[in-house]
Nanobody, 126 residues
């Protein structure tokens, strides 16, 4: 079965950067698209960014131009580079994976993903 492990969260000040990592194991990584979601206290889990099997990235409008997702197939890892962080980015960040027949497909709904990591806390102070 697929296992996902996030790392890289922490406490930073507004305007600073963090890079999250999601390490994938258990299946053939090249067959999976990977997405990042986040959940703030009292709010629904929301899509942040994702990368397709062929590396094509997609970001939510709320983070476009600040966050970037990159996959490293040699390391079975997906990175979320987060720049110009804002207090409203504070949340628990989760990575999720889904096997896709197409190299290009990316899905943005939490219910589309069956495999999840345990989450990593990102806190941005003002």
């Amino acid at each position: 079965q697929v296992q996902l492990q996030e790392s890289g969260g922490g406490l930073v000040q507004s305007g600073e950067s963090l890079r999250l990592a999601c390490i994938f194991s258990g299946r053939s990584f090249s067959n999976y698209a990977v997405a990042w979601f986040r959940q703030a206290p009292g709010k629904d889990r929301e899509f942040v960014a994702a990368v397709s099997r062929n590396g094509g990235p997609v970001s939510a409008k709320s983070v476009e131009g600040r966050f970037r997702t990159v996959r490293d197939d040699a390391a079975n890892t997906v990175f979320l580079q987060m720049n110009s962080l804002k207090p409203e980015d504070t949340a628990v960040y989760y990575c999720a994976a889904r096997a896709e027949a197409s190299e290009h497909v990316i899905r943005a709904l939490p219910n589309d993903y069956a495999s999840w990591g345990q989450g990593t806390q990102v806190t941005v102070s003002s």
